[in-house]
Every structure is written in C-alpha cells, then in structure tokens.
C-alpha cells in the first residue's frame, strides 16, 4: 500500500490499556467508522511471531475498509503478518534496516524529536514522521517534549509528512496550525473514550483546521 498523505490527518495508535472488556478490533473499527483513517498497532507485551499473530484481527479490519496499519517497532513481526508497514523509534531498528528487509512497497514511519533526527530518517528511506510529545502525554510515561518551534523546524527541514503526538484532543488540536503537520497521531482521546466513534469524529472536525 502506498502512502497517502490525507490517510494521515486522524492517526491512530493502540493502546489495551484502555480496553476495558472490549476487545481491540472493535475499538478500532469504531475508531475508524468515526473518521480514524491510519492505524498503529503497539502491543508492548509481545514480539515477532506472537505478534504477528495477534495483530490478524485487528489488520482485518483496517483492510476491510481500506486504512493503512502498521506494527509499531517490531520489523520482524510486520513482515510475518505482511502489513502495511512498520513504525520505528529512536531506539528501535533503523530505518535503513527496516526499508532493506520490508521493501520499497512497504510503508515506513520514524519517530523524531530533532531536526537531524527528521533529516537522517527522510534520508534512509523513512515515509512519514511522528514528533512529539507536542503536549503532556499519560499514554506514555518516557516521551519527552518537543516544543512548537522545534516541530514547525522539523516540518520545513524534510519533504515527507509530519504528524505531530503526544496529548492531542479535540481541544488542543487547533495550537498546532500553522506548524506545517499534516496531521496527529493519538491514543487516549480515542481508546479511553467510552464512544470510540464518536471520539473520532470530533477529532476529524477538529483536524480540519491544519
């Protein structure tokens, strides 16, 4: 599947933490039927085959209605589970690397929080980019801040897109416009919502204003 730069407007990024007797795949489609239109399956808990296994499910979904997903970290699970792509951090396995064992087909997201960082990524094959956390963030207790002159940097030094995370509601979104994202990535605002659809669209109409 090849990279749409609209597909990046809602992003999301899962979360079991915030299941609650429900099952994944169903947060999902809800999350997408409300507008959510890419989807990050992170599971910390497992790896490489296990996680190609469990990400089945939820990788139906996105397919049956067309949004691109991706594996976050983990390049070997991605390519035994054939999805879309893979998303990478700072101190997971390059982007190089993973571009030479995924292919060119493959969609390749890194995550960044300096200008150099956004440039090397551009440069060994990277798609798309997350930069955050651009506000205070519960989902993930180790990400540190990237303040707004540094994401309105990042987005002028590189030519591919930008999604900014970390924080991001409804409410915030519209601090971010004129940065030069081309859309956000979030967990909470959607999976710790009791109505994962209706959280989505509100987002989506937010996002409008990038």
Not at 76 to 93: E, I, M, N, T, Y
Not at 150 to 161: A, F
Not at 172 to 200: F, H, M, T, W, Y
Request: proline share 1%.
């Amino acid at each position: 599947m090849r990279l749409d730069k609209k597909s990046l407007l809602v992003y999301l990024v899962t979360d079991s933490r915030w299941l609650e007797g429900r099952s994944l795949e169903s947060q999902v489609e809800q999350a997408i039927e409300g507008g959510v239109s890419f989807v990050q399956l992170r599971q910390k808990d497992k790896s490489g085959a296990e996680l190609a296994d469990f990400a089945k499910n939820t990788q139906e979904v996105c397919r049956r209605h067309g949004v691109p997903f991706v594996i976050n970290d983990d390049v070997d699970a991605a390519f035994l589970c054939g999805s879309d792509g893979v998303h990478v951090g700072q101190s997971d396995r390059c982007v190089a690397d993973a571009r030479a064992i995924l292919g060119d087909s493959k969609i390749i997201g890194a995550s960044v929080q300096t200008v150099e960082q956004a440039i090397e990524a551009q440069r060994d094959g990277a798609d798309y980019l997350g930069v955050g956390a651009v506000f205070a963030t519960g989902s993930k207790s180790d990400a540190d801040s990237v303040d707004r002159e540094t994401l309105t940097e990042i987005c002028r030094s590189v030519t591919i897109p930008v999604i900014a995370i970390g924080g991001i509601t409804a409410e915030n979104i519209s601090e971010l416009k004129g940065s030069g994202i081309c859309g956000v990535a979030v967990i909470s605002a959607i999976l710790a919502q009791k109505d994962p659809r209706e959280a989505s669209m509100r987002l989506c109409r937010a996002a409008v204003c990038l």
